[in-house]
């Protein structure tokens, strides 16, 4: 069986006070990167992993957050881990 590469990208939505603490939570979730947040609390960020299961887990683990008041999933892509070793 092949190993497999996942990318996903999100849109989070978080209460304007709990910015901060968002932002260090998602951080902290292996695979998870920030590449923008608003003012009014919109994150979008995008999640890596070998497994669906390891994003599902990062994804309930940002619902989980306090403060974030929903996600939105935008696109997720899934490579064989060759392929993905030759794009990074």
């Known amino acids: 069986m092949s190993q497999e ?3 996903t990208s ?3 939505h978080a209460a304007p006070k709990a910015i ?3 932002e260090t939570q998602v951080r902290a979730l292996t695979g998870a990167e920030i590449h923008a947040v608003t003012d009014a ?3 979008v ?3 890596e992993g070998e497994t669906q299961k390891s994003i599902l887990d990062n994804v309930e ?3 989980a957050i306090e403060g974030v008041l929903n996600s ?4 997720h892509q899934v490579d064989e881990a060759e392929q993905a070793a ?3």
């Open 5 to 7: 590469y996942h990318v």
């Open 10 to 12: 999100l849109v989070i």
């Open 20 to 22: 901060s603490q968002v």
């Open 41 to 43: 609390g919109k994150f």
């Open 45 to 47: 960020i995008t999640l």
């Open 61 to 63: 683990a940002i619902n």
């Open 72 to 75: 939105s999933l935008i696109y």
């Open 86 to 88: 030759d794009i990074h």
